[in-house]
C-alpha cells in the first residue's frame, strides 16, 4: 500500500545531511568533541587504600531495576536491546549482580561497558559548524542500571542540605525554584533605597565533558564519600572508548580521560557535585545555578560595585581557572536594573579575562525572559 501511494503522490524521499555528509565527518567531530582532553591535567590513578570497603549490591535491587528499564530505548554500542533485559529480568539478576559486586570490589568498570557512542544532535536548524551538533552519548543498557544503582549509594551517602543554590538534580526542585529565588533576591534588594542589581548570566563551552575526573574524586572523597566508590567513579571516567556515529558511518575510536558524558545515568549527579564548592564569596551576590546555567546576581548599593568583583565575578572566574571550566564570554550576557531617579550615566562594564561582557536589556534565563523594565518579572 505505501508503495502504491509513493507512486501515485511521486514521493520523493528527502535526503538527510548524514547521506550528503563526507566520509571524514564522523572522525572530526570525535576529535572536536575531543578537544578538552589535551588541554586537561593528566589523571593520576590512585587508590586509597583505608576504608575499601565498597557497597554491595543485592539480587532483588537488580532484579527491580531491569524490571523498570524503558524498552523504547536505542540498545548501546553492545547492540543488547532493553526488552531482551527486561523479559529475563529474573534468570539474569544473579549474574549481573556477581559481575556488579565483583566491578565495585576492585574498582574497575569492564570496558566493554563503558564503551560510548556519539550521535550528534543538531542545535541549530542550519549546521555551519562543529559546534552547532550537540554530542549526545549512547551507551549499553544494563551500565545504564549499573549506574542507577551506585547513584543510589552516592545520593544517600552525600547531605541534602549540600549546594542548597544548585536547584537541577534535586527532589522535590525545579527551574521555577530557581527562578523564584532569582526574582525575589533581586526585588527585595530593590525595595531598599539608592540600590540596583546587575545580573551576570554565565555561559560555560561543554561543561560535562570538561570535568576532571581527579579533581572530582578528590572532592567526593573530602565530602565523605565511600573510598571504594571514589576509586570505581575514577575508573569509570576514565579509559571510555569513544567513537561518533552519523547514519550508517562510524569514526574511529579515542580513549578518554576527561568528561562526563551526557546520556550516561551519572553524569548530571557527578557534575552537580563537581561544582557544588562554585559558590559566592561576599554577602551581597548570590550564585544560582540551574545544571550548567549559571546566574551572579550582585546586589549593589550606592555606588559601590567592589563586591561584584570580590565575591561574585572575579571569583567564579578564578574558580573556573582551577577546575577547568571553560567561561563562554561570547555568551555571556549582564543585565543592569537600576530604577533609582538618579541613575548613573555610565556603569562600569564587567571583563572576562580581558573580554568585555556584552550588556542586554533582556535576557532568557531557564526559558523566563528577563528584561529591566518597570517589574523584573516573566510578563516584562
Known sequence: MWAGLKTLTDYKKKISSAEVMSASLPDELNTFYARFESTSPAVEVQKAQEDHCPPVISRADVCRTLKRINTRKAPGPDGIPGRALKVCADQLADVFADIFNMSLLQSVVPTCFKETIIVPVPKKTKILSLNDDRP????????????????????????????????????????????????????????????????????????????????????????????????????????????????????????????????????????????????????????????DDTTVTGLITGVDEDGLQRGGQSPLTSWCQDNNLQLNVSKTKELIVDFRRRQREEHAPLSINGTTVERVNSFRFLGVPHQRGPHLDSSH
Not at 548530571?268 to 551576590?285: E, I, K, M, Q, W
Open 136 to 291: 549526545v552519548a549512547l551507551t549499553s543498557t544494563i551500565m545504564k542500571c549499573f549506574e542507577r544503582l551506585v547513584k543510589s549509594f552516592i545520593t544517600s551517602s552525600i547531605p541534602d542540605s549540600l549546594d542548597p543554590l544548585q536547584f537541577a538534580y534535586r527532589p522535590n526542585r525545579s527551574t521555577e525554584d530557581a527562578i523564584a529565588l532569582t526574582l525575589h533576591t533581586a526585588l527585595s534588594h530593590l525595595d531598599q533605597r539608592d540600590t540596583y542589581v546587575r545580573m551576570l548570566f554565565i555561559d560555560y563551552s561543554s561543561a560535562f565533558n570538561t570535568i576532571v575526573p581527579s579533581k572530582l574524586v578528590t572532592k567526593l572523597r573530602d565530602l565523605g564519600l565511600n573510598s571504594a566508590l571514589c576509586d570505581w567513579i575514577l575508573n569509570f571516567l576514565t579509559g571510555r572508548p569513544q567513537a561518533v556515529r552519523m547514519g550508517s558511518t562510524t569514526s574511529s575510536t579515542l580513549t578518554l580521560n576527561t568528561g562526563a558524558p551526557q546520556g550516561c545515568v551519572l553524569s548530571p549527579l557527578l557534575y552537580s557535585l563537581f561544582t557544588h564548592d562554585c559558590v559566592a564569596t561576599h554577602s551581597s551576590n548570590t550564585i544560582i545555578k540551574f545544571a
